[in-house]
């Protein structure tokens, strides 16, 4: 077993820029480890998103949307990307609405999320949304999804079964059901 050490933090010593994109950056920094010894540190640099759980009636909005990366469609809850500077409580209540079509009266903050904090900085806000009306949907042009509402105790069965596998979905089911049952 290593010998524990007070300190712990790495030191940045340059940030070299590999890749710079529309959604995210990609960095190979040169670091010192806590000992002082150098390293590289293999960054994805990520503006963060926002996420909306919404509980009405007993039932989740949850969208299922195909996603690239994993070749598979998944469930998730309404959420995006945050802008440049911008709150993540109203990116949450944009994504809601133009994913859903609801709108939230108000939005109350349950968890904030580092998805994968071994190589990103993205962070992800989970907010419950409530005071909800029902509006029209409003798309991005290259977003193609299916919205619909599910039963609490279906999606935590789907989430029990591995069918849920996105982990912002999943902190949020789990924050609800620990924090209502």
């Known amino acids: 077993m290593k010998m524990k050490t007070e300190n712990l933090r790495e030191t940045a010593l340059a940030k070299n ?8 950056n990609l960095r190979c920094d040169d670091a010192l480890l806590p000992d ?30 195909f996603r690239y990366a994993y070749g598979e469609e998944l469930y998730e809850i309404p959420a995006g990307k945050l802008n440049a500077g911008e709150d ?24 904030t999320l580092y998805p994968s904090p071994g190589y990103t900085d993205e962070k992800i806000y989970i907010y419950r949304a409530h005071g ?6 409003c798309l991005d042009e290259d977003e193609f ?3 619909d509402w599910i039963p609490l105790e279906e ?3 789907m989430l ?5 596998k996105d982990a912002k979905t999943a902190v949020a089911l789990l924050q609800y059901r620990l924090k209502n049952e």
């Open 88 to 111: 993540p409580a109203v990116a949450s209540a944009r994504e809601l609405a133009e994913e859903t079509g609801l709108r939230a009266e108000g939005l109350t903050h349950l968890f």
């Open 160 to 164: 029990d079964r591995g069918e849920i």
């Open 36 to 65: 002082g010894n150098p390293c590289k540190r293999e960054i994805v640099e990520h503006s963060g998103g926002a996420a909306a759980l919404c509980v009405v009636g007993g039932s989740v909005a949850l969208v299922k949307q």
């Open 132 to 137: 909800i009306t029902q509006g029209e949907d």
């Open 17 to 24: 820029y590999i890749y710079r994109g529309r959604i995210l």
């Open 155 to 157: 999606a935590y069965a």
């Open 145 to 147: 999804l299916h919205a």
